[in-house]
């Protein structure tokens, strides 16, 4: 039997997003899609069709551990008005097999329609028994080259063991070492270095910076920040590591806020990311608003968005339209 279209079995993904469109269900009662990948896994949705239609999302089976998924679920009609029906939402199911995630949808469905799932977290268990961990936590507070140096480079900060300049910020100031802001960033560098205020003074003044974000800005460059820390401040974050040059900085908060965009922030990312010149984060953002559609799901939000926005970054959006509908 010959098989159909590839582009009838192809999900596409962004981020933690999947979409599979489908044309046509008439001519068959079950379809299974190509795998796609999100986070550590291969997955499959399938749709079959007899009383009701079902819908099924599993990852392929494999040595690792089955991943324990919370995602959001929606059928969306992909013509006219794009009415969806939404599942509740899955917290923490762990996926063994296909018959783990069934969705019967007793609503008649017609025409051309998407399959969306939004991954919000994936999670292994741990092999000692404790509570499972996120993937998406793991790299950034796991990847550290010598853990006991940076145990004593955090407590040089935490302690004030020696310091010799004082952070001044909105709300507060916090002790430093040169030496240490000095080897993290050029811009620290050039100020102890030349006759400036910051070396006569033993001061720095960071008008723009909360103590909170200075906090969390000081444990980044001395080794020692928390991920949950981390994800709190990444906006603010990338403000001061494009300010102070430092590179690294900058790429983990520009991966992290491409790993989970989602309708409520993509808006104020796209604009962060024209505003940093943070390309993938930029074509990411503009493909959930325009590939997959959820410029739909926001249309107050942005036509606000397009009345003060940068009229070079408007121009690229709706060059991501023209390009998108001609693929149609």
């Not at 992909?78 to 923490?92: C, F, N, Q, W, Y």
Request: aromatic share 10%; net charge negative; proline share 3%.
């Amino acid at each position: 039997m010959s098989r159909m279209s590839d582009s009838a079995y192809r999900v596409e993904t962004t981020a933690r997003l999947a979409q599979w469109r489908i044309d046509n269900l008439a001519s068959c009662t079950y379809r299974k899609s190509d795998p796609f990948k999100i986070g550590k896994w291969n997955w499959h949705l399938s749709v079959e069709k007899n009383r009701v239609l079902s819908v099924k999302l599993y990852p392929e089976i494999s040595r690792e551990n089955p991943p324990i998924a919370s995602f959001i679920i929606r059928v969306v009609s992909s013509v006219g008005d794009r009415k969806a029906l939404t599942h509740p939402e899955i917290i923490d199911k762990q996926l063994k097999n296909n018959d783990d995630f069934v969705w019967p949808i007793e609503v008649p469905l017609t025409g051309k329609f998407i399959i969306d799932v939004e991954f919000l977290d994936l999670k292994t268990a741990s092999p000692n028994g404790g509570e499972p961990s996120s993937i998406w936590a793991e790299g950034f507070t796991t990847k550290q080259s010598n853990e006991t140096a940076l145990a004593c480079l955090g407590r040089m900060l935490t302690e004030e063991i020696n310091t010799d300049i004082i952070i001044n910020v909105s709300d507060g100031s916090i002790g430093a070492h040169r030496a240490v802001l000095a080897s993290r960033s050029p811009v620290f560098h050039s100020m102890f270095s030349h006759n400036l205020q910051e070396k006569e003074l033993s001061t720095i003044n960071i008008s723009d910076m909360s103590i909170e974000v200075c906090q969390a800005f000081l444990r980044y460059i001395y080794g020692n920040i928390k991920h949950e820390e981390f994800l709190t401040h990444r906006l603010a974050l990338l403000r001061a590591a494009d300010k102070y040059d430092i590179l690294d900085l900058k790429e983990a908060c520009h991966e992290s806020l491409t790993e989970d965009i989602d309708a409520k922030n993509v808006l104020e990312r796209l604009q962060n990311a024209y505003l940093y010149q943070l390309q993938k984060l930029k074509m990411n953002c503009m493909r959930y608003l325009v590939k997959f559609g959820k410029i739909y799901d926001i249309r107050d939000d942005f036509h606000a968005f397009l009345q003060c926005a940068d009229r070079e970054l408007i121009a690229d959006i709706f060059h991501e339209v023209l390009n998108t509908w001609k693929g149609f």
